[in-house]
């Protein structure tokens, strides 16, 4: 099976490979120079597919003819659509520039130059002498602590001060003896800079700022009161019904579920209209 198939699938060529298919190619093509329609349908067939179905039944009449092949030896290969356009491109292109070129005198390149040329150069009977360590790498200098340190990182620290030492020594009568002081273990106060960023002097400018501001005045929340009584509408007794306020203390006023039911009966009937 898998010789079989092998043996069956072969892939296609250019036309160009064998000038007998070339030859065959060239005489399909002037036969079939347009598509054709189909008989008894609307459908036209590619010119190239005409061909193509030609070159194949020729190949088959070949294939079978035993007498033919040991005859003539001929092998016509396997061409498809895609290799038949390819190659017809390229004939109608090269056939386009022998037709421009027609004529032209083309200059001739000179083989021989005008100023004699160097002696050609010997090649050496053996390899140069190459140093030992050919890879050498001479270092950049050292630059650590030459670095340009920008005003906002830089940190004044204070130099130690010398402490002077108050060890006793034994009293003679040729030796003074040290009196120790208070001065001697205070130190001055060295002032240390440090910096700070903008964003936390601002922050701190801020801070401190909003300790001297008043507090901002805030709108005092409006209640919700009833327009006849001014008691709240949350009292006992209010009620509203769709932006319409009940009050029992109203002059004449219903009671609150007969108020309801009536403003019921007024929005169906508006809905209804």
Same mark, same amino acid.
């Given at each position: 099976?898998?010789?079989?198939?092998?043996? $069956?699938?072969?892939?296609?060529?250019?036309?160009s490979?064998?000038?007998?298919?070339? /030859?065959?190619?060239?005489?399909l093509?002037e036969?079939?120079?347009?598509?054709?329609?189909?008989?008894?349908s609307?459908?036209?067939?590619?010119?190239?597919?005409?061909?193509?179905?030609?070159?194949?039944?020729?190949?088959?009449?070949?294939?079978?003819?035993?007498?033919?092949l040991e005859?003539?030896?001929?092998?016509?290969? =396997?061409?498809?659509?895609?290799?038949?356009?390819?190659? #017809?491109?390229k004939?109608?292109?090269?056939?386009?520039?022998?037709?421009?070129?027609?004529?032209?005198?083309?200059?001739?390149?000179?083989?021989c130059?005008?100023?004699?040329? &160097?002696?050609?150069?010997?090649?050496?009977?053996?390899? &140069?002498?190459?140093? =030992?360590?050919?890879?050498?790498?001479?270092? &950049?200098?050292d630059?650590?602590?030459?670095?340009?340190?920008? %005003?906002?990182?830089?940190r004044?620290?204070? /130099?130690?001060?010398?402490?002077?030492?108050?060890?006793? $020594?034994?009293? =003679?009568?040729?030796?003074?003896?040290?009196?120790? @002081?208070?001065?001697?273990?205070?130190?001055?106060?060295?002032?240390?800079?440090? @910096?700070v960023?903008?964003?936390?002097?601002?922050?701190?400018?801020?801070?401190?700022?909003?300790?001297?501001?008043?507090?901002?005045?805030? /709108?005092?929340?409006?209640? #919700?009161?009833?327009?006849?009584?001014?008691? &709240?509408?949350s009292?006992? %007794?209010?009620s509203?019904? #769709?932006?319409?306020? #009940?009050?029992?203390n109203?002059?004449?006023?219903?009671?609150?579920?007969?108020?309801?039911?009536?403003?019921? /009966?007024?929005?169906?009937e508006r809905?209804?209209?």
């Amino acid at each position: 099976m898998v010789k079989m198939q092998v043996l $069956t699938t072969s892939k296609a060529s250019c036309p160009s490979r064998s000038r007998v298919v070339e /030859a065959l190619c060239i005489l399909l093509c002037e036969k079939y120079p347009h598509p054709r329609k189909e008989p008894n349908s609307r459908a036209y067939i590619s010119r190239w597919r005409l061909v193509i179905s030609e070159y194949n039944s020729m190949k088959g009449r070949l294939f079978n003819s035993q007498t033919l092949l040991e005859a003539t030896n001929l092998s016509l290969f =396997t061409i498809n659509e895609a290799t038949l356009v390819k190659w #017809y491109k390229k004939s109608s292109r090269r056939e386009e520039i022998k037709m421009l070129m027609q004529g032209l005198p083309l200059p001739s390149p000179s083989v021989c130059t005008p100023k004699p040329l &160097p002696p050609a150069k010997q090649r050496p009977s053996s390899p &140069p002498l190459t140093p =030992t360590n050919p890879h050498v790498f001479h270092e &950049p200098a050292d630059t650590s602590g030459r670095a340009c340190v920008r %005003g906002s990182l830089r940190r004044i620290t204070p /130099a130690p001060l010398p402490v002077q030492s108050t060890l006793p $020594t034994p009293a =003679t009568s040729d030796t003074p003896v040290f009196q120790p @002081t208070s001065n001697v273990f205070q130190l001055e106060e060295a002032e240390v800079k440090t @910096t700070v960023s903008r964003t936390t002097a601002w922050r701190q400018r801020k801070r401190s700022a909003s300790v001297f501001t008043l507090p901002s005045a805030q /709108a005092s929340t409006r209640k #919700y009161t009833c327009t006849i009584c001014g008691d &709240p509408m949350s009292s006992i %007794g209010h009620s509203q019904f #769709y932006g319409k306020q #009940y009050c029992p203390n109203a002059p004449g006023q219903v009671p609150k579920e007969e108020w309801l039911a009536q403003r019921r /009966a007024e929005k169906k009937e508006r809905r209804i209209d």
